[in-house]
């Protein structure tokens, strides 16, 4: 399993600024509106309106905020149209980007990050030209906290998790097929395993490494600038 293919602004940190923070509620909101609007308000029958929510409340954002994005997204509060997109690039090096955002103005949002691609060596690709480097998975962070190792992985197995590798002591990345997220992230909690974060996630089928020092520091300066578009939820990269 990679940990490397996921660069994201969305995460858990300690510290973090109230301009920063208010960023990550704006990216938050936009991706519960578009989820409540695909399928409705309820997070019981909505799954991926669920896991927008639980990661907003995993990183402190207020109940109303929350509540007030669900009603922009079934339409009982007006607010501007929101719309999902996904890019396919190429960066430094040849290295293969995947772009995952939301925005009011579609235009304007590829403009201003094929500009950003540009400055950096990088490219839009073609559609299809990269998406077929990557497949689609489901990804659950979870606590191990008062679970044993062995106990924790059995739950997981026994819920039809692909794979398992632990990032420290206590905190276990699995892997799922998309179809089984939800199965495998509830089975979890009915074992008494505490979820930091569940997601659909875009993972290099092969990974590569940057042909050159240079490469790689254009690539990571790349990657930490679209990281801070304020339309860009996640960036994903077959780099090693």
Avoid: C
């Amino acid at each position: 399993m990679s940990g490397h293919s996921k660069w994201s602004q969305i995460k858990h940190k300690k510290g973090i600024s109230d301009v920063k923070k208010g960023k990550i509620f704006s990216k938050l909101a936009r991706i519960i509106t578009i989820a409540a609007k695909a399928k409705g308000g309820d997070p019981q029958t909505n799954s991926s309106l669920r896991m927008a929510a639980d990661k907003a409340r995993s990183l402190n954002m207020p109940q109303d905020n929350i509540e007030r994005a669900i009603k922009r997204g079934t339409g009982e509060i007006e607010g501007v149209k929101i719309e999902e997109f996904l890019m396919e690039a190429y960066g430094p090096g040849g290295t293969a980007l995947i772009i995952e955002g939301a925005t009011d103005n579609k235009n304007r949002t590829i403009s201003e990050l094929k500009f950003l691609l540009s400055q950096r060596d990088g490219k839009l690709a073609q559609s299809g030209s990269v998406l077929w480097l990557f497949e689609r998975r489901g990804t659950i962070i979870a606590n191990a906290h008062g679970s044993g190792k062995d106990e924790t992985e059995l739950a997981a197995i026994d819920a039809g998790a692909q794979d398992l590798k632990w990032l420290d002591e206590n905190t276990i990345e699995i892997a799922a097929k998309p179809e089984d997220l939800e199965k495998v992230k509830k089975q979890l909690e009915l074992n008494n395993i505490s979820i930091a974060e569940a997601s659909l996630d875009w993972i290099p089928k092969n990974e590569i490494s940057a042909p050159d020092k240079s490469s790689a520091a254009k690539l990571e300066k790349l990657l930490e600038e679209l990281d801070e578009h304020d339309d860009v939820n996640e960036v994903y990269t077959n780099l090693k």
